[in-house]
């Protein structure tokens, strides 16, 4: 219960510091002319709609960071906090600086990720060079030594695995964000579902930065939320895979016998990110198949993703995005019980899964007719 408060702690800075600043940005969206124009073929909006609301994300989650990591975490370490009804945060503070380069490193990445979906959102990017800076940001964290591992030794098949997962989730995020809410719902239904992976398996860094994200998605959401006042736009769409794309790298799913845990039942864990994820990654799959089967470019984009297939079923645009938040949410809490299922449970959990993703399917295919 003491690290719950650490938590609801971080996350609402985030959340307060995102309510502020994206009023700032929808502002300054209209000074700089950072808007998305009306387009009939694939964009839905009627007027011309600010862009600069990943700044806004982006901004409360480093501002959120930083000031804890620069003012407070320092203070934190010369104050015993258990009077309070806090952990004795002390005890964590020298760990918490000795990985100060891989949180510098996070935030360049994150900082990278805003810059080219800055640069994309003004001067409409080609895919090639967009492609190969996202392959370069996510090679830079990869050499922090941030890394997926799956049971793997090898250094080389490590890094290339790292650098084709944030590359492939950041593109997975920026293809869903095609509805009013929709990315940055998700977004904050997938950061406090790691958050709760990590929080649960006292790996509380990586808590502290998911309930951060969180924060700063859900205090944006009032702005986004049908009828949108800001967009998240390219930045902040970038942004958000990224973040979701890292934090799952570092969490450790799977435990091996020792002092602090018990041993994971299956290595089926090493999974919860993909069914997190799942909805994402399911949707851009889809996208790309039905561009490749009607001989399209497959990063030009359209209106046949997921949600506007549902609301071509006859559903409203804020039921649809509530729809796949709730297909999200569930498939993400099925994911969670795979830490503590044995080999014939965690079967079940994934016969549901792809129970649910088959339901999904026939609804696309409603919706594509």
């Given at each position: 219960?003491?690290?719950?408060?650490?938590?609801?702690?971080?996350?609402?800075?985030?959340?307060?510091?995102?309510?502020?600043?994206?009023?700032?940005?929808?502002?300054?969206?209209?000074?700089?002319?950072?808007?998305?124009?009306?387009?009939?073929?694939?964009?839905?909006?009627?007027?011309?709609?600010?862009?600069?609301?990943?700044?806004?994300?982006?901004?409360?989650?480093?501002?959120?960071?930083?000031?804890?990591?620069?003012?407070?975490?320092?203070?934190?370490?010369?104050?015993?906090?258990?009077?309070?009804?806090?952990?004795?945060?002390?005890?964590?503070?020298?760990?918490?600086?000795?990985?100060?380069?891989?949180?510098?490193?996070?935030?360049?990445?994150?900082?990278?990720?805003?810059?080219?979906?800055?640069?994309?959102?003004?001067?409409?990017?080609?895919?090639?060079?967009?492609?190969?800076?996202?392959?370069?940001?996510?090679?830079?964290?990869?050499?922090?030594?941030?890394?997926?591992?799956?049971?793997?030794?090898?250094?080389?098949?490590?890094?290339v695995l790292t650098v084709l997962w944030i590359v492939?989730?950041?593109?997975?995020?920026?293809?869903?964000?095609?509805?009013?809410?929709?990315?940055?719902?998700?977004?904050?239904?997938?950061?406090?579902?790691?958050?709760?992976?990590?929080?649960?398996?006292?790996?509380?860094?990586?808590?502290?930065?998911?309930?951060?994200?969180?924060?700063?998605?859900?205090?944006?959401?009032?702005?986004?939320?049908?009828?949108?006042?800001?967009?998240?736009?390219?930045?902040?769409?970038?942004?958000?895979?990224?973040?979701?794309?890292?934090?799952?790298?570092?969490?450790?799913?799977?435990?091996?016998?020792?002092?602090?845990?018990?041993?994971?039942?299956?290595?089926?864990?090493?999974?919860?990110?993909?069914?997190?994820?799942?909805?994402?990654?399911?949707?851009?799959?889809?996208?790309?198949?039905?561009?490749?089967?009607?001989?399209?470019?497959?990063?030009?984009?359209?209106?046949?993703?997921?949600?506007?297939?549902?609301?071509?079923?006859?559903?409203?645009?804020?039921?649809?995005?509530?729809?796949?938040?709730?297909?999200?949410?569930?498939?993400?809490?099925?994911?969670?019980?795979?830490?503590?299922?044995?080999?014939?449970?965690?079967?079940?959990?994934?016969?549901?899964?792809?129970?649910?993703?088959?339901?999904?399917?026939?609804?696309?295919?409603?919706?594509?007719?």
């Amino acid at each position: 219960m003491r690290w719950l408060l650490v938590y609801l702690y971080a996350f609402n800075v985030s959340f307060v510091l995102a309510l502020v600043f994206t009023p700032v940005f929808r502002r300054l969206s209209h000074q700089w002319n950072f808007l998305d124009q009306p387009n009939l073929e694939r964009k839905i909006h009627e007027q011309a709609m600010p862009l600069l609301g990943g700044m806004a994300v982006f901004c409360a989650f480093a501002g959120n960071v930083l000031l804890n990591y620069i003012a407070i975490l320092p203070l934190v370490r010369m104050t015993d906090l258990t009077r309070f009804g806090l952990p004795d945060l002390r005890l964590y503070a020298p760990g918490a600086f000795s990985i100060s380069y891989k949180l510098l490193v996070l935030l360049a990445g994150g900082a990278g990720m805003v810059a080219l979906g800055l640069y994309d959102d003004r001067h409409d990017l080609k895919a090639r060079p967009k492609l190969l800076w996202q392959l370069a940001i996510a090679s830079v964290v990869a050499l922090a030594g941030m890394r997926v591992t799956l049971f793997v030794s090898n250094p080389l098949v490590s890094f290339v695995l790292t650098v084709l997962w944030i590359v492939t989730i950041t593109n997975a995020l920026n293809f869903l964000d095609n509805m009013d809410g929709l990315c940055a719902g998700v977004g904050a239904i997938c950061a406090m579902l790691f958050a709760f992976v990590s929080g649960i398996q006292e790996q509380y860094f990586v808590c502290v930065l998911a309930v951060g994200l969180a924060g700063a998605l859900v205090g944006f959401l009032p702005y986004n939320f049908k009828p949108a006042s800001i967009f998240l736009g390219d930045a902040g769409s970038h942004f958000v895979g990224y973040m979701l794309a890292v934090l799952p790298v570092l969490t450790t799913f799977y435990h091996s016998a020792g002092p602090r845990h018990a041993e994971t039942p299956t290595h089926l864990p090493v999974l919860i990110p993909l069914l997190v994820l799942a909805v994402p990654l399911f949707d851009l799959v889809m996208v790309m198949w039905i561009r490749l089967r009607r001989r399209q470019p497959v990063h030009i984009g359209d209106a046949n993703h997921l949600s506007h297939r549902l609301v071509r079923l006859g559903l409203p645009q804020s039921r649809a995005v509530t729809l796949i938040y709730l297909i999200t949410l569930t498939l993400g809490l099925g994911a969670i019980v795979l830490l503590w299922s044995d080999l014939t449970a965690a079967l079940i959990v994934l016969a549901q899964a792809f129970g649910i993703l088959a339901i999904v399917t026939l609804l696309e295919r409603l919706g594509r007719k």
